[in-house]
């Protein structure tokens, strides 16, 4: 592309970070999103199913498939939640809190490599940028759509 724009900037980045942490995940036969998942259950409480999704920023279908897959790999297991009899809990076996402490190494050890080798103040300036993208979109300041438009 003859100008980087930032969609291409931030795409390209994360797909380079997902391919990275699914090369990584594939030695300890699993992938990033079984990763990402078992990082976002509490691993004292559990978590409620319904809570997971929004969470993880992820529709309930995709989290669904997940969710199976790592249940029947004995990673987690689903217990009723005793605050809400509807509800139920999600829970990391002893084989789940292993694989989320792996999770957990890899993902701090990308950002302690990133911190390495990128000053502070970028990295502050970076964050800036991403928020201020997240609320732009959040706010729907990108695409306004104009009633007057025909």
């Known amino acids: 592309m003859k100008d980087l724009t930032v969609d291409y ?5 994360w797909q380079a970070v997902t391919k990275m942490y699914n090369e990584e995940a594939k030695n300890y036969e699993t992938t990033m999103a079984i990763g990402f998942t078992l990082l976002s259950i509490d691993p004292k409480t559990g978590t409620p199913s319904t809570a997971l999704g929004p969470k ?15 249940e029947s ?3 987690i297991e689903r217990k009723p939640n005793p605050d809400d009899g509807r509800g139920v809990l999600i829970h990391l076996t002893p084989l789940g809190l292993e694989k989320r402490k792996l999770s957990k190494d890899v993902v701090m050890r990308f950002n302690e490599v990133v911190r390495l080798n990128i000053p502070n103040e970028k990295l502050q300036h970076f964050f800036e940028v991403t928020d201020t993208i997240n609320k732009l979109i959040a706010e729907k300041k990108v695409y306004i759509k104009n009633s007057t438009t025909k």
């Open 73 to 75: 790999k004995g990673l």
């Open 9 to 13: 900037a931030l795409r390209a980045t």
């Open 56 to 70: 993880m920023g992820m529709e309930a279908t995709s989290l669904s498939r997940i969710i199976k897959s790592i």
